[in-house]
């Protein structure tokens, strides 16, 4: 046995040299999105010491290994420092410092130490961040890029009305079907098994359609019109309203961007007075639609948000510089709970972690790290605004609008829910800013505000 697993290990070996010298990063980093995204610890796991083996953890340092000999051998690109560098580091620091000051390795039974929070939901992403800032991304790795989450979505919406139709022998994997495992069973969840985590994946492969499918002209365009109705379908199955309107505004970027100047006004004013009169009108099953409960339950998870905002505030007055330390909002609020200067039912968030990532950056990083992260944002958004308004090839202004599009989609599953606890959520999003930050230092473009977007008819294949 020994003999044939030191075979298979000299085997491997030389197909990842192989690889290293010809192959493209690319299908490493999307087989790990993959595993992240799909087969994480509820799919397998083994323990090994503090922590638990996973295929993604497996397929991680697999991928740091290959991008490392990669880059040394093939890729060693100069790449000009940019200032979203910089924010990253300082908020990671910032992180850092916030979770060490405090009790960072233990935590109740309900929620995690810090520790795995800070390492899952910033740092690991950071890594990301890296490998998609420093390696080669041309035209034929950006098509790869949105033609697999373009699959992707397809196999996710297909996932989702099997999930809704109760079709449990056709969904894969098989842990979407165990209701016991994640989290919003009864609703589209994927093999995420968290419907947000979802959604946000979903909304992700909606704009990547939007932004590949025109490429190919006339069969492009029908295939786009055949995708889209099924994207959108298995996003409202999700039935929850932060994934409703991050897709509503991913795509409304994607159109804002790339629609000929003269539509712009008619069909983006048409979408805006659309829905607000479909919210005014609806406002009531909006916010107390059935799903896996009752629409009572629903309305009560929406009015708990003002019981968060409410103890937020009141946290952030005793802390407004340095916060009550990263990780430590689940403890720290117990004694704002007994307020009773308000008639807000502050006690039924007794159990739950923060709803709200921003406002809980600002209740446990204080001033200093919700400030960070909204610079880090920012410069993530001006490098894709760079992108996509400059002179460069298609596809790199179709990069820089595909990174304003996904941020788009982020942003309402951040004001909505704590996405730091949902570690392929921010391992796409880092990605995708790493990407964009580093092209746009690799092509220095140069920012013409009167640039005027392309009509999506006339996006054709880029040439590889």
Same mark, same amino acid.
């Given at each position: ?15 990842? @040299? ?57 890729? &060693?690109?100069?790449?000009?420092? @940019? ?10 620091? @910032? ?160 159109? @804002? ?41 629903? &309305?009560?998870?929406?009015?708990? &948000? ?159």
């Amino acid at each position: 046995m020994a003999f044939i697993i030191f075979i298979a290990a000299l085997v491997s070996l030389v197909w990842l @040299a192989a690889y290293v010298r010809r192959g493209s990063l690319i299908w490493a980093v999307l087989a790990f999105l993959l595993l992240n995204s799909s087969f994480g610890v509820y799919f397998w796991h083994a323990q090994a010491g503090p922590l638990p083996l996973t295929l993604d953890r497996i397929a991680l340092a697999v991928l740091l290994g290959v991008f490392a000999l990669h880059w040394k051998m093939v890729d &060693r690109v100069a790449k000009p420092w @940019a200032p979203a560098d910089t924010w990253l580091i300082a908020f990671l620091a @910032a992180l850092m410092f916030s979770t060490f000051s405090h009790d960072w390795n233990s935590a109740p039974e309900e929620t995690v130490a810090p520790i795995w929070r800070l390492i899952t939901g910033y740092l690991s992403p950071a890594i990301i961040y890296v490998v998609g800032r420093q390696m080669s991304f041309g035209a034929r790795q950006s098509k790869q890029l949105l033609a697999a989450l373009t699959l992707f979505g397809v196999y996710l919406s297909i996932t989702a009305i099997f999930e809704i139709a109760g079709q449990w022998s056709l969904v894969f994997p098989k842990i979407i079907a165990e209701p016991t495992l994640g989290f919003h069973f009864g609703r589209a969840r994927g093999p995420m098994l968290h419907s947000v985590a979802f959604g946000f994946y979903l909304g992700a492969c909606l704009v990547a359609a939007w932004l590949w499918c025109p490429r190919y002209g006339r069969a492009g365009g029908l295939l786009l019109a055949a995708l889209s109705p099924l994207f959108l379908l298995a996003i409202y199955l999700s039935y929850t309203r932060s994934v409703w309107i991050g897709a509503v505004l991913g795509l409304g970027v994607v159109l @804002a961007l790339t629609l000929p100047r003269s539509w712009r006004p008619l069909v983006l004013g048409a979408g805006i007075v659309t829905g607000v009169a479909a919210l005014g009108l609806g406002w009531d099953k909006f916010m107390g639609f059935e799903r896996e409960y009752s629409a009572a339950g629903t &309305r009560e998870s929406a009015s708990l &948000r003002s019981s968060f905002v409410y103890v937020s505030w009141k946290m952030f007055l005793d802390h407004p510089l340095l916060g009550c330390g990263f990780g430590q909002f689940y403890v720290e609020k117990m004694p704002y709970l007994s307020d009773r200067s308000t008639e807000m039912e502050l006690e039924a968030i007794r159990p739950l972690i923060h709803h709200n990532m921003p406002l809980g950056l600002l209740t446990e990083t204080g001033v200093i790290g919700l400030g960070l992260f909204l610079a880090l944002v920012a410069a993530w958004s001006r490098d894709a605004w760079r992108l996509w308004n400059s002179d460069a090839d298609q596809w790199v202004r179709l990069q820089g609008a595909f990174c304003l599009a996904l941020l788009g989609v982020y942003l309402p599953q951040a004001l909505f829910h704590e996405i730091s606890y949902m570690n392929m959520v921010h391992m796409l999003l880092f990605f995708v800013a790493g990407v964009s930050t580093g092209l746009c230092q690799a092509q220095c473009v140069q920012w013409h505000p009167a640039r005027v977007a392309a009509p999506l008819s006339s996006w054709r294949a880029s040439p590889t």
